[in-house]
């Protein structure tokens, strides 16, 4: 078991840059959360689909965030026009069935300039 | 205001020592909590999980849970250098599946 995988693993862009970051979920788990880490704010929540479908997207910055998960094998964030204050470690998690034990992936550190 | 609220913010143990960590939720709708482990540079990683109330025990590891009290500790017995991590607190409800964390407890066990 591979784990959950996250690439890339770092990542830095140049203000007003789009950045995309991906995950593959651990085989067989239908729920995949994103999450956001920072030394002020913590781990923030951020989105999470189940069985592919957008089930709360309630952190996600509305404007220039957005996350898919086309097929049950991966899901991406994406981040338009990025800003210093993006600057983070992203985290995605993966979860049996969504309503048990979450399993990190190692996360994406992206710098934004 | 942090619904979940974690103490102490750091900690200081001798290596064989026993740490002791809290954590309580500020929203009466929990009713699950998870301890995540995080080594520096690396991701957080499921330590223990408790549900229900009562005790958890897992090796070094103990959890207690107070549902009444939305109240949870974990206390490390015979503490190691390799315990040395941030320690997460998440808590979730049954009708919103994502995870709020704590600002977690920093532990050091000293040699």
């Known amino acids: 078991n591979a784990g959950v995988i996250q690439t890339p693993r770092h990542k830095v862009t140049g203000k007003g840059q789009e950045a995309t970051l991906w995950c593959e979920p651990i085989?067989?788990?239908?729920?995949v959360f994103w999450y956001r880490q920072t030394i002020v704010q913590g781990l923030e929540f951020l989105t999470y689909?189940?069985?592919?479908?957008?089930?709360?997207d309630s952190g996600m910055p509305k404007e220039r965030f957005s996350a898919q998960m086309p097929n049950q094998s991966h899901s991406t964030l994406k981040i338009q026009s990025t800003q210093p204050q993006d600057s983070a470690v992203y985290l995605c998690?993966?979860?049996?069935?969504?309503?048990?034990?979450?399993?990190f992936g190692p996360g994406t550190r992206l710098l934004v300039l | 205001q942090q619904k979940v609220q974690q103490s102490p913010e750091s900690l200081i143990v001798p290596e064989g020592g026993m740490a002791s960590l809290n954590c309580t939720s500020s929203?009466?709708?929990?009713?699950y909590f998870w301890w995540y482990r995080q080594h520096s540079g690396k991701s957080p990683k499921m330590l223990m999980?408790?549900?229900?109330?009562g005790e958890k025990e897992e090796g070094r590891f103990t959890v207690h849970l107070n549902k009444a009290s939305l109240h949870t500790s974990l206390h490390i017995r015979d503490s190691q250098p390799s315990d040395s991590a941030l320690y997460l607190c998440?808590?979730?409800?049954?009708?919103?599946?994502?995870?709020?964390f704590g600002s977690g407890t920093q532990l050091t066990v000293m040699p």
């Open positions: 998690a993966s979860s049996p069935t969504g309503k048990d034990t979450q399993y």
């Open positions: 085989s067989g788990h239908s729920a």
């Open positions: 689909f189940r069985n592919q479908a957008p089930i709360d």
């Open positions: 929203d009466r709708n929990v009713d």
């Open positions: 999980s408790i549900f229900s109330n």
């Open positions: 998440a808590a979730a409800s049954s009708g919103s599946w994502q995870l709020i």
